[in-house]
């Protein structure tokens, strides 16, 4: 039997329902999936208010997360896969994922290979690479990333997305931009890469860090959002 960890942190709800629809395939018989929902001890309401919504900024950028609550796994708990969900604040990891990533419990992704699922805007990017050097920093293997964007272009979701953080409204505004959030649809479909896995579970076991989710649309860059990233 196979052990898969899925780690997560949602507020408006849309993380949650991905990586429900990522691990359908993963519920069988010869997977033990454990599911952990991050808790930080700080508060981060949703909505948000305009004030909790800009005062969290230096900490995204400068790294400086919240301490959170203890997992129910335990330390020494060993998995053959972890899937690690988490949204993008101010072009970095969510405080609360960043909050694991540098907490004692973090050692659980230690020599365990590692699939990120990032459910956000357009830009992306940024957020990838710290990602990906805080699981390097904690012995992760990072072999995939899985990305989830919002619905519309994006100067619409420069408009849906703070609507939708600030009010909790994710319909279409003014009769011309899309709703907020991710499309069902699209939520839906990741389900396809939980199958991928759930029929090449002996990979989780051979010692190659080669990606599991090739071919299967995983992850679209668009060079036109790199640079903006970078200089925001």
Not at 10 to 18: E, K, L, P, Y
Not at 96 to 104: A, C, E, H, N, V
Not at 180 to 194: P, W
Not at 205 to 225: C, F, H, K, T, W
Request: aromatic share 12%; hydrophobic share 40%.
């Amino acid at each position: 039997m196979k052990r898969v960890l899925v780690v997560y942190y949602s507020q408006s709800g849309d993380v949650t329902r991905a990586v429900e629809s990522f691990t359908k395939f993963l519920q069988t018989a010869e997977i033990e999936l454990t599911w952990e929902c991050i808790k930080p001890k700080d508060n981060y309401p949703f909505p948000w208010s305009l004030y909790k919504f800009f005062d969290v900024f230096p900490e995204c950028v400068n790294g400086e997360p919240p301490e959170i609550y203890p997992p129910k796994f335990g330390n020494d708990e060993k998995f053959d896969l972890i899937i690690l969900a988490y949204q993008v604040w101010f072009l970095a990891p969510s405080l609360p994922i960043q909050g694991f990533l540098k907490s004692k419990y973090a050692k659980v992704l230690e020599n365990t290979k590692v699939i990120t699922l990032v459910v956000c805007r357009n830009m992306w990017h940024s957020a990838s690479e710290t990602m990906k050097k805080m699981i390097a920093e904690v012995g992760g293997i990072h072999i995939d990333n899985v990305v989830l964007t919002h619905q519309g272009p994006p100067l619409a979701t420069f408009i849906t997305t703070p609507r939708l953080l600030l009010t909790g409204k994710k319909n279409r505004f003014l009769g011309v931009l899309p709703a907020a959030g991710v499309r069902d649809e699209d939520i839906y479909a990741l389900s396809r890469f939980g199958k991928r896995i759930a029929n090449n579970l002996a990979a989780l076991s051979d010692s190659s860090r080669q990606p599991m989710l090739q071919g299967l649309g995983a992850v679209e860059v668009n060079q036109r959002y790199v640079i903006p990233e970078f200089i925001g």
